[in-house]
């Protein structure tokens, strides 16, 4: 069973317009989320985290948001750039500590 | 932040052989995990790397598979074994602190013909 999903494998938006990726999740226990970047012959890089304890995060043009009782996370990057183009995980810490990865999702951001 | 190299990069290998790949990490570290990423999935955990005892394997992995080394703080290898199409994946080495951001080396890139 999937207990990290980003529903959207693709995502494509103009340059300077709001990139929101999505996620959610299955596990209430969970209560903390990680987003990660991944360009194309390169290992996935950490972007930005949520503990929830919060229900929003802001790192420049990045800001992730949590809704709890939905079991659902979202990162919106504004304004997006062409090299924000890469797939996007979402990762949820397990109880045991583990990291739990969405399927990723893929944005385009045309010039 | 940790910086961690990974070789081969990419490799096309026969079904039924074996390849080893290589993780270094610039610094101490006590664990270091493999991860696979399999076509249009998601990154999963094979097993957790621990220096001076045998690996920690995840559900639906194996040692016989996978075998794992981890001599030292700074170094492990995972072998892919007896490879078959269904092998063909990219395989990243992962460090940090379980529960906390982790940095992933480049990848390895398998494809089983």
């Known amino acids: 069973d999937q207990q990290v999903k980003q529903n959207s494998p693709s995502l494509s938006v103009q340059e300077g317009r709001i990139s929101i990726l999505n996620c959610d999740y299955t596990n209430s226990m969970f209560d903390y989320f990680l987003w990660y970047k991944k360009y194309p012959a390169e290992g996935p890089t950490f972007l930005i985290s949520?503990?929830?304890?919060?229900d929003k995060n802001e790192d420049g043009r990045f800001t992730v948001f949590l809704n709890k009782s939905a079991k659902h996370l979202s990162l919106h990057i504004v304004p997006s750039q062409p090299g924000d183009s890469a797939v996007y995980f979402c990762?949820?810490?397990?109880?045991?500590?583990?990291?739990?990865f969405g399927q990723g999702t893929t944005l385009q951001v045309k010039p | 932040s940790a910086v961690i190299s990974q070789k081969p990069s990419r490799d096309i290998c026969q079904r039924g052989t074996s390849l080893t790949i290589q993780c270094q990490v610039d610094?101490?570290?006590?664990?270091m995990f493999w991860y696979r990423q399999q076509p249009g999935q998601s990154l999963t955990l094979i097993a957790t790397a621990n220096q001076g005892s045998e690996a920690t394997y995840e559900s639906g992995f194996v040692i016989d598979k996978f075998p794992i080394s981890r001599p030292n703080l700074t170094f492990s290898t995972l072998t892919v074994s007896n490879m078959s199409p269904e092998d063909s994946s990219i395989y990243l080495c992962?460090?940090?602190?379980?529960?906390?951001?982790?940095?992933f080396g480049q990848g390895t890139r398998l494809t089983v013909v």
């Open positions: 949520i503990s929830s304890i919060k």
């Open positions: 990762a949820a810490v397990s109880n045991t500590g583990k990291l739990i």
């Open positions: 992962s460090v940090g602190n379980r529960g906390t951001e982790a940095f």
């Open positions: 610094s101490q570290v006590t664990m």
